[in-house]
């Protein structure tokens, strides 16, 4: 548990804000990308970090199938179907910030 909480320290340093640390690392031969999220709540309005992380995603891609931004129909795991860069940029605009190392 120590190792875990020294690994997120710099990145989760806010002592009295509600925060959210989300990151990925995807690697297919010998290519590797890796994102990262943190999210801070906003007490004043009553929305918490995970509030945050988990509404604004979900309303994102409710948006784009509702606006046609999705080309499959049917049942498909998100991954394979809601096109990447523009739900980064979607949820961008709803003050979500994910950063993009290659």
């Given at each position: 548990?120590?190792?875990?909480?020294?690994?997120?320290?710099?990145?989760?340093?806010?002592?009295?804000?509600?925060?959210?640390?989300?990151?990925?690392?995807?690697?297919?031969?010998?290519?590797?990308?890796?994102y990262?999220?943190?999210?801070?709540?906003?007490?004043?309005?009553?929305?918490?970090?995970?509030?945050?992380?988990t509404?604004?995603?979900?309303?994102?891609?409710?948006?784009?199938?509702?606006?046609?931004?999705?080309a499959?129909?049917?049942?498909?795991?998100?991954?394979l179907?809601i096109?990447?860069?523009?739900?980064?940029?979607e949820?961008?605009?709803?003050?979500?910030?994910?950063?993009?190392?290659?």
């Open positions: 548990m120590l190792n875990h909480m020294l690994l997120l320290a710099p990145e989760l340093n806010y002592p009295d804000r509600d925060s959210v640390l989300v990151r990925v690392t995807a690697t297919k031969g010998d290519k590797k990308v890796k990262e999220l943190v999210d801070l709540g906003e007490p004043q309005l009553g929305i918490t970090a995970m509030m945050r992380t509404a604004f995603p979900a309303s994102t891609v409710a948006w784009m199938l509702g606006s046609g931004k999705v499959k129909k049917g049942a498909y795991p998100q991954e179907c096109p990447g860069e523009q739900f980064i940029r949820i961008r605009k709803r003050g979500v910030d994910v950063k993009l190392e290659r």
